[in-house]
């Protein structure tokens, strides 16, 4: 039976807590009633929300109504088979609680794991094993999405009639309908350790030939680069999922799993007001905590994959102007971005602690999917630096120009005229969301900014 689902005006923003919008916010639980929210829904009023871990505005509907997903957040692992079926609000924290004890990682995690299944595949994620094994969508068996008419449909990446739906779904940002359930397939594990490799550079190009090289050696690699050093001196940390032998007296049960115990992140942010001062102590701390090279440490799940996960809150570190995070995608040919995004920054006095560099390998079949063959660098930016927006907007054009693109699930200020520019194929998701949506009832307040 359905029950009538209530809602209350709330104020909403994304991570990075820069443009609040309100809207009226409901909690469906049940699919029956996010298909009649659907079904009587008006053009541009709808969209859908995980845990607002996008950086930007793709999950506010400003005057209209947005759909929190978490209550739907069943998880059913298929241990023989190696998938797992979830509720598209369940958490891949929660997630990560019942297939690690069971012997399975999640096949990509970005770098926090308070995201939702739904956010994860409308945003088709990425994480440090992009080069090698994908972004989310590339593991992803089957979606059940409730389309723009309220009806609800079965997408499967490997069904023709379906493919290009569901291409469309991921990476398309809430705008083709609403997830409400996927089964997607997992990674078997003997230890719920991961072996790592460090190593420290002291400049930016024997950072980045290093990383080159870890592309066929390591599963998972990503390097943290000090955003306030000329030089750009970074740390590259490369690892692997140890194997039962290599765990073999470290731990009691080699399939524990208890991020809370283990995260230990607290001391990892630069204490205080963040400016130019904090962050130079913090990075030149980081940096130094490293070591100059160290082969096989044992470091669990959370430190490794989600250092900040420990820290609740700390996008608040910024103050009440919020913050950005500016993350592009470039060819190989154009690595020089790079440089010149970092030294960009620097000459606008933008202090930036997390500052992550990392590989990507082939794109996958959705036309909105962000990963490309090369570079992607991301750096969170305090939003009220004077002259921000401006060199941004400078940048964004050299990315273009390079054949480059930004990460819409960080985004909160790149034009229309940028989107229609780097998403070459923007035109093929069009025709796709206009079959799924023909009334056009979903719509965000970032799709608004860059007419999605
Ligand atoms: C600390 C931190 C680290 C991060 N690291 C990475 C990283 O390494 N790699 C990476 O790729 N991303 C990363 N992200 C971004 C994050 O993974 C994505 O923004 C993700 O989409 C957030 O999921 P969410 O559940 O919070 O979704 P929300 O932020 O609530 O929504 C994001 C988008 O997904 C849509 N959406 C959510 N649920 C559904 C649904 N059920 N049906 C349809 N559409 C839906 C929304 O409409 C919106 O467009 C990071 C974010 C943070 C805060």
Partial sequence: MTTTLSNHSTTLTGWGRTDPSTALLCSPSAVEQIQSAVATATPASLIARGLGRAYGNPAQCSGGTVLELTEVNHIQLDAANGCVTCGAGASLDAVLRVIVPAGFFLPVTPGTRNVTIGGAIAADVHGKNHHGEGSFANHVHWLKLVDGNGQLRLLSPSDPATAEAFWATAGGMGLTGVIVEACFRLIPISSSLISVDTTRFR???????????????????????????????????????????????????????????????????????????????????????????????????????????????????YGPAGFLQYQFAVPDAAAHLVHTTLEALRRVGAPSFLTVLKRFGPSNPGPLSFPMPGWTLAADVSAAVPGLFELLDQLDEQVAEAGGRLYLAKDSRQSATMLERSYPRLHEWRQQRALLDPRGVFSSDLAQRVKL
């Fill in 203 to 317: 400049e930016l190009d024997a950072l980045m030939a290093a990383m080159v090289e870890a592309d066929a050696s390591y599963r998972y690699s990503v390097a943290w680069v000090d955003s306030l050093n000329p030089a750009g001196r970074g740390v590259l940390t490369c690892g692997d999922h140890a194997s039962r032998e290599q765990v073999e007296g470290h731990a009691a049960d080699p399939l524990h799993y208890d991020p809370k115990a283990l995260a230990g992140a607290p001391s990892l942010l630069p204490g205080g007001l963040l400016n130019t001062w904090t962050v130079r102590a913090f990075n030149e701390a980081w940096y130094r905590k490293a070591p100059k090279q160290r082969e096989e440490e044992l470091q669990a799940i959370s430190p490794y994959f989600h250092p900040l996960d420990g820290v609740s809150n700390w996008n608040r570190i």
